[in-house]
């Protein structure tokens, strides 16, 4: 993770930005009640007091907002014979609301606040928000006066030439983007997951990297399997067999790497093996993830080991890729683009630190591509009795 600070936050910056994930959460859960307690839904809509808000809280008689030493209920809920039907209603607005692009939940009282949950916010040129503007897995757009703080959770910020805003503003895991001519009397935090901040140039810089690394992984792939093909092989071999074992020695071997290493620093004849150990380690996981790779393509396109490796490398790296460039393509769109984004490029992370753990403790249970004995590699053309020439299957297994 990169950070990217402008001027110290301010602690009313930072309660908001955790204000609107714990706002998040609790309405999860409350979509998530159990049926006896959701039922017949009422709204009624309160005036703005112009006060602060101290205080959220759900309970059986619904969603109840304190300002100031006032208690507002702003949704409640009953029992009765039509509970049913006004869950139905309700997913239904919700699935509308997501089927048509818009944020899942909007709150806009009158310009004194707004809050977009999987949604952008824009406040026009001309316009006063008597409030904060959060959006959470979305991106706000400031063209006009804020007299609050600008939060964008998972998004970025962008200030327009002319936009004031009296309060903070916060962008997490996005960009800060702030023109000329913008006024900010808070202070200005950028904490960003990439050093490039998301958009077109950055997201073609990114799709290029991921292009780079897919042909690297085959190129690479491509020389173990010249130069070490049994070895490859006993490797792969070990990970279909014992992906258990694989994986639980493939977790120690890091923590005995250090301690290696350090046992070897502290000695004079063991610096030079020192030196070298992190090499040593880094090839041997890196040719360990490789081979793991194959057995993942060879699973997904059920084929065996024994017909080859390439054609399941070619397979394993393009769909570690991809996943890579879903997930990097979708972080540019909006709505529930960015959460599905989040979870693709998660997805993508473990894969490739458990094909990782898993190829290095597979090298080493292979004792360095040296077990199983019965697997030999013999991909060599030879010449049948009639006179034609052949080739025998890669991996004969006795």
């Keep these: 993770m990169s950070a990217s600070w402008r001027s110290e936050p301010a602690g009313r910056a930072r309660s908001v930005a955790l204000g609107a994930l714990v706002a998040l959460v609790a309405l999860a859960g409350l979509a998530a009640a159990p049926s006896a307690v959701a039922a017949r839904v009422r709204v009624s809509a309160v005036a703005d007091s112009g006060g ?40 239904q607005r919700i699935r509308d609301r997501v089927r048509a692009g818009g944020g899942v939940l909007e709150v806009d009282a009158g310009g004194a606040g707004i ?29 006009g006066e804020v007299s609050g703080d600008v ?15 009296e309060g903070d503003v916060v962008s997490i895991g996005g960009g800060l983007d702030q023109a000329e001519g913008v006024t900010i009397n808070g202070e200005s935090v ?36 010249l130069l070490f093909p049994t070895g490859m092989l006993r490797v792969a071999t070990v990970v279909e067999r014992r992906p258990a074992a694989s994986f639980f ?48 393509g060879a699973r997904l396109t059920r084929r065996s080991l024994a017909n080859g490796l390439m054609t399941p490398l070619l397979v394993g790296t393009l769909f ?67 006179g034609a020439s052949g080739s025998i299957p890669p991996p004969v297994t006795p």
């Design 320 to 386: 570690v890729a991809l996943l890579l460039a879903a997930g990097t393509a979708l972080m540019a769109g909006n709505g529930v683009a960015r959460p599905a984004s989040l979870f693709l490029s998660l997805s993508w992370v473990l894969l490739l630190l458990g094909l990782g753990t898993l190829g290095t403790g597979a090298f080493l249970l292979s004792r360095f591509g040296t077990r199983p004995r019965e697997v030999v590699w013999r991909g060599h053309a030879s010449v049948t009795p009639g």
């Design 190 to 225: 950028q904490l960003g997951f990439s050093p490039i901040t998301w958009g077109l140039p950055g997201l073609s810089v990114l799709m290029f990297a991921v292009a780079a690394g897919w042909m690297v992984s085959m190129f690479m792939g491509w020389i173990f399997a």
């Design 249 to 296: 020695l493939g977790v120690l071997s890091l923590p005995g790497f250090f301690v290696s290493l350090v046992l070897l620093c502290i000695t004079v004849i063991g610096i030079p093996l020192g030196i070298l150990l992190p090499m040593v380690y880094v090839l041997m996981g890196y040719a360990g993830q490789l081979a793991a790779t194959c057995v993942l």
């Design 52 to 91: 602060s808000v101290r205080r959220i809280s759900i309970s059986d008689r619904g969603i109840v907002v304190e300002r100031g030493g006032s208690r507002d209920t702003t949704l409640e809920w009953s029992g009765g014979a039509s509970d049913r039907s006004a869950r139905d209603r309700v997913r």
């Design 151 to 165: 939060v964008a959770v998972f998004g970025s910020v962008h200030l327009k030439s002319g936009a004031r805003v």
């Design 115 to 143: 809050v977009r949950l999987w949604s952008d916010a824009h406040v026009p040129a001309g316009k006063l928000v008597d409030g904060d503007v959060v959006a959470v897995f979305g991106s706000v757009t400031v063209e």
